[in-house]
């Protein structure tokens, strides 16, 4: 149940304790109209979320009924209207709260939605900080393309512990990947950054992972020395998608491969080579000719010499719905584990996102590496 | 030996807990306990990854069956008790590759035999590495003849580099002897480190938040004492009667069902000092520290400290229901008490003089498991004027089941001209702030036997502990015939029970 939107009139700047007063009203307000004992109000954090325009506002608004019943917050969402004639501000407060059970109580948690119009879009940090709950972690979602040169970026992450984005959205890939590996390189101390891209790939990761936990396989990791990952390609564009290069960036990193040469592609796939000491290794990323959503993972093999050939696969299945594991040593074939395939909500995505604090280095070394990568790819 | 910790791809994992391979052994695998909660949750585990694919269930038990018929089984009972409701057939189809069944009499050694090279078939098929759960999941008087049979056939002790360990489910023994025989008898084949007594109310995740709530947080532990508790109460709350266990319930009672092992695990946890780390000896050592401490109830006190109860007819939910006496299974001149009520001592220093007061009992007004932490006044009345029912101590409510969450009482001034007092609930809810759900007990349990992990287990001592607490009450019990029933269904319990608390100037909480 939402509680009808209380709006403060436009203007160029906002009183902040105009907006604080209207959320205490809306309390008392929500407070009066339950005879059930009273409503529970619970904050575990504030969101912000910036939006680049107000074109998904009712996605957004499903996303957040989602989100704040798990993690009850306050929600600043910013809409960022760059295009407008004139500078404005304007805000309006809401409550969200989740229906009472038999056994639980309303638990209601806040919002204040803030239009930013042209040059206010710069200084809505400002604003925000000063509408932060105190103590409480502040996430950034950014559902914008990070660079360091937008200041309205800039001012939310300093105010932020945690940043997260959403790779899959980047439309120029290699650019957009490399000013995010700048970002993450360049500026170790700011805000934990995380992406809804990354968190895609963590059943990928985990079960390309539990092969090498097995005692009689982990000695056949360091033996690696070929990579292909087979992806849905992106409809607009040529480019190798973000979650493919994401998880090439990872391999390389964990595995201490290092960007040796150039790109040698062709209209299928692209090959990368890498080198670990004197050891020469490749990343082949191939388009898949399978029905699979672009963008998506189809296929990785993790492969070792021909000479005591061992091979490691995660599969989507041909209907897409499952995701299936196999290993082959020699002419052996080891047994296959079939899985449901899980294709997370945006909503169940920021929700696990907002689990997390802190540093994600690993992910931090994949998009590095994998920026190295996209850097010698020559496109 | 390589371990997951030289896996340079397991870290950043989301996934930290990702076990070893290995076979689970189901003793009992034909029984109820099999299909609504072991199958279910070790299905739900391989789904959420957290099992690895070299992973087996075998199942054992006297109903003939093959392999295939055991699995058909374990779908329905999948499709029926897990949350989801289904499986795909695909993924089910995976999963069955490595459940297989040996059918056989407990007591046969011909079987273990046979299960000896069925668990190095799986091995070699399925990679399970020699690692072995055994979880008996049996009548309680087969626990010991399992055990030794397990032990003959060299089952008990781990091939080189691999890991043995047995779940034992309650209830570990019927009094104090058959406890230290049980015991003993798992002791002759296994090793301490190697038995995980299950107790799944240590799987309830709000009984694993109290060591973060009293360890993680610095405001709480230096008023946990006598100096600033006046006392504590834990009520186990239960609506429901037997449910069809008459029989079994007619051996057992309140006291051995649930306050010796469960509220006694919760007691222990409450009562403990802080561990000097989490590791699950470390926290065991001081749980039974603490539960060496209590006050002995001699049988010359029982009278003193303990009541006892049994439901009549009554009403409960809005609905009428019979008496404990009109239960199927039960004797219609049973003096077995489904209710119990106890005050008790732990002599030491944190806790001296502190009552605790206990009650657990079936057919009360709702279900509800919780610890109320009662605070002393506070020490200088400067509100004199202020009528005294309005000058309440502070309360701390800790309450497992259900709606899971930590409720703080203060009282606060009303808005107005003259001075009065309210004491309103500062309410943490586990439902209200993390919208996840929290895993089944069982999943928890399962998992953490896998990766080694025996934090949330009872030990050896602990079991012996309980019954030596519980046994001058049993043996007075036995002495007196009780005037049964004693109170209605759908109320809270024996005047009695009421009267062992307010002889002291106190009252149970309304929960």
């Known amino acids: ?379 | 030996m390589s371990s997951k910790n030289d896996n340079p791809l397991r870290e950043g994992v989301r996934l930290e807990r990702a076990a070893d391979p290995c076979t689970v052994v189901i003793f009992g695998a034909s029984g109820d306990l099999t299909k609504r909660k072991l199958l279910p949750a070790l299905y739900r585990l391989t789904q959420e990854r957290l099992l690895p694919a070299e992973f087996a269930v075998l199942g054992f038990s006297r109903s003939p069956m093959s392999h295939e018929e055991f699995r058909d089984k374990m779908k329905d009972a999948i499709v029926t008790y897990s949350e989801a409701k289904r499986v795909d057939e695909a993924v089910w189809q995976s999963f069955a590759q490595g459940i297989y069944y040996i059918a056989g009499d407990i007591n046969d050694p011909d079987c273990y035999q046979r299960m000896t090279e069925l668990l190095d078939q799986i091995d070699r098929e399925r990679g399970t590495a020699g690692n072995r759960v055994f979880y008996l999941s049996v009548a309680p008087s087969l626990y010991s003849e399992a055990i030794e049979q397990i032990g003959a056939a060299n089952l008990a002790r781990p091939k080189q580099g691999s890991w043995t360990r047995i779940i034992i489910e309650k209830p570990f023994g019927h009094d104090l002897e058959s406890a230290k025989q049980l015991n003993q008898d798992v002791a002759k084949v296994f090793e301490e480190e190697q038995v995980y007594r299950i107790d799944h109310y240590l799987g309830k995740e709000t009984v694993q938040n109290l060591l973060v709530f009293r360890f993680a947080n610095g405001i709480f532990e230096p008023i946990w004492n006598h100096r600033y508790i006046d006392h504590v109460q834990i009520t186990n709350a239960e609506a429901i009667g037997v449910e069809g266990r008459g029989g079994y319930y007619e051996t057992a009672g309140v006291l051995r069902d649930m306050i010796q092992n469960h509220v006694f695990q919760v007691l222990s946890l409450v009562a403990m000092e802080p561990p000097i780390s989490l590791s699950a000896n470390a926290v065991r050592d001081e749980k039974i520290k603490a539960m060496q401490a209590v006050r002995p109830i001699s049988v010359e006190t029982v009278a003193e400290y303990v009541v006892r109860g049994q439901y009549g007819p009554g009403s409960v939910g809005g609905k009428q229901v019979e008496g404990y006496r009109e239960e199927p299974g039960v004797n219609p001149e049973s003096a077995t008490e489904t209710y119990a009520a106890l005050k008790m001592y732990f002599d030491n220093w944190r806790w001296a003089g502190v009552p605790f007061y206990i009650r657990s009992g079936k057919r009360l007004p709702k279900r509800v498991t919780e610890i109320a932490i009662h605070f002393r006044q506070a020490p200088h009345l400067l509100f004199r004027n202020i009528p005294s029912q309005q000058l309440e101590p502070n309360v701390l409510v800790v309450r497992i089941q259900p709606d899971e969450g930590i409720t703080l009482r203060v009282g606060a001034k009303v808005p107005g001209q003259i001075t009065r007092i309210r004491w309103v609930n500062m309410d943490f809810r586990y439902g209200a702030s993390f919208g996840v759900s929290s895993p089944e007990a069982y999943e928890r349990l399962l998992l953490d036997c896998i990766l080694g992990d025996s934090t949330l287990y009872a030990r050896r001592d602990m079991t012996e502990r309980g019954w030596e607490i519980v046994m001058p009450i049993l043996e007075a019990w036995q002495s007196a015939k009780p005037a049964f029933p004693n109170y209605e269904a759908g109320t809270w319990g024996p005047e009695e029970g009421d009267e062992l608390i307010e002889k002291d100037g106190r009252q149970w909480r309304k929960p």
């Open chain 1, 1 to 379: 149940m939402n509680e009808q939107p209380q709006s403060l009139n436009p203007k160029a700047s906002i009183d902040v304790s105009a907006i604080e007063r209207e959320l205490t009203s809306l309390w008392k307000q929500a407070g009066e109209d339950e005879d059930n004992g009273g409503i529970i109000r619970a904050s575990l954090l504030n969101l912000i979320i910036y939006a680049p325009s107000d074109d998904d506002l009712t996605k957004l608004d499903d996303i957040l009924t989602d989100v704040t019943a798990a993690h009850p917050c306050r929600a600043i969402l910013t809409i960022a209207d760059r295009q407008a004639e004139q500078s404005s501000l304007s805000a309006e407060v809401t409550s969200r709260c989740t229906l009472p059970t038999a056994a639980t109580k309303q638990v209601c948690c806040e919002q204040v939605t803030i239009t930013a119009r042209k040059a206010q879009v710069d200084t809505v940090a400002s604003l925000i900080v000063q509408l932060l709950l105190s103590d409480l972690p502040v996430y950034l979602w950014w559902r914008a393309v990070p660079r360091l040169d937008d200041k309205a970026f800039h001012h939310l992450v300093e105010i932020s512990n945690r940043v997260v984005i959403d790779s899959a959205d980047f439309r120029e890939t290699y650019r957009d990947l490399a000013s995010l590996a700048d970002i993450l390189r360049d500026n170790p101390r700011w805000a934990a950054f995380s992406d809804l891209n990354w968190a895609r790939l963590t059943a990928w990761r985990a079960l390309l992972a539990g092969f090498y936990d097995v005692t009689e396989y982990r000695p056949l990791l360091d033996q690696l020395n070929r990579i292909v990952i087979e992806y849905s390609p992106l409809e607009e564009s040529e480019a190798i998608p973000a979650r493919a290069l994401l998880l090439g960036g990872w391999l390389a990193s964990r595995l201490g491969w290092s960007v040796a040469g150039g790109a040698k592609t062709t209209p299928e796939s692209t090959l990368f080579e890498l080198s670990a000491g004197e050891k020469q290794l490749t990343i082949e990323f191939t388009r898949t000719s399978r029905q699979i959503e672009p963008g998506h993972l189809a296929l990785v093999t993790l492969g070792t010499p021909a000479n005591h050939a061992a091979s490691f696969t995660v599969r989507r299945s041909a209907d897409g719905k499952r995701i299936e594991t196999g290993a082959t040593l020699g002419e052996e074939k080891r047994f296959q584990r079939v899985l449901d395939y899980e294709d997370w909500s945006e909503s169940a995505l920021i929700g696990k996102e907002l689990d997390l604090l802190g540093h994600d280095r690993v992910y931090e070394q994949a998009v590095i590496r994998a920026g190295e990568m996209v850097a010698r790819s020559g496109a």
